[in-house]
């Protein structure tokens, strides 16, 4: 496969990441927040990216064993766990300290 033609499928495939964790960040876990008690102010970019990095990983671990050559090469990433780790505890957060703190 072209290698350029690899960059447009990760390309594609970020932004839609992007959009599907704009959507669920507005219309989903801010209100799920606000009903549980957690403040939510100002604003909510990094719970944003956070959730499209947790979706972006999500989708290449259940995806990897069906399409083999990028998304493998994903899974063996130090950086590629090292942010989905950290898209965990951004989520988490606020469910400890009370409140969106970002």
Same mark, same amino acid.
């Given at each position: 496969m072209k290698e350029w033609l690899? =960059?447009? +499928? =990760?390309?594609v495939? =970020? +932004?839609i990441a992007l959009i599907i964790g704009l959507w669920l960040t507005i219309?989903? +876990?801010?209100?799920f927040y606000e009903s549980v008690g957690i403040t939510v102010y100002g604003d909510v970019w990094v719970l944003w990216f956070a959730v499209a990095i947790f979706l972006y990983s +999500?989708?290449?671990m259940i995806f990897s064993s069906i399409v083999k050559y990028p998304l493998k090469r994903r899974?063996?990433?130090n950086l590629f766990w090292f942010l989905f780790v950290v898209s965990i505890l951004l989520i988490v957060i606020p469910f400890i300290q009370g409140e969106v703190p970002y």
């Open positions: 690899l =960059v447009v +499928i =990760v390309l495939e =970020v +932004i219309f989903v +876990i801010t209100p +999500i989708y290449t899974l063996r990433s």
